[in-house]
Nanobody, 124 residues
Framework: QVQLVESGGGLVQPGGSLRLSCAASKLIFDTYAIGWFRQAPGKEREGVSCISWRGIPTYYTDSVKDRFTISRDNAENTVYLQMNNLKPEDTAIYYC?????????????????WGQGTQVTVSS
């Protein structure tokens, strides 16, 4: 059974915005921190952001700071990634996953729960 489901990806022009959603089961949502990761063709997977069950701390990779915002809605068991001022370099498949470590300095996936991914394409 799928326990993490991403949505909200699509095609957007540079400077545009998208909001990604990661819907989780209540058990997963209440047990683990959740992170967003992305992988572009020919590139290694990169941690983008993460958020603990309390919403603190949050992590952002340097390239998305001041443009992306992660949030967590307890009532909806959903983690969001608001992406503003998108750049072509943001083009990738975005995955949400449970994480082992979520600090202001880093995020590390763990416990083996991953969504199927949602494609984000930033292009004119």
């Amino acid at each position: 059974q799928v326990q993490l489901v991403e949505s909200g990806g699509g095609l957007v022009q540079p400077g545009g915005s998208l909001r990604l959603s990661c819907a989780a089961s209540k058990l997963i949502f209440d047990t683990y921190a959740i992170g967003w990761f992305r992988q572009a063709p020919g590139k290694e997977r990169e941690g983008v952001s993460c958020i603990s069950w309390r919403g603190i701390p949050t992590y952002y990779t340097d390239s998305v700071k001041d443009r992306f915002t992660i949030s967590r809605d307890n009532a909806e068991n959903t983690v969001y990634l608001q992406m503003n001022n998108l750049k072509p370099e943001d083009t990738a498949i975005y995955y949400c996953a449970t994480v082992r470590v979520c600090t202001v300095a880093t995020t590390v996936p763990g416990y083996g729960y991953w969504g199927q991914g949602t494609q984000v394409t930033v292009s004119s």
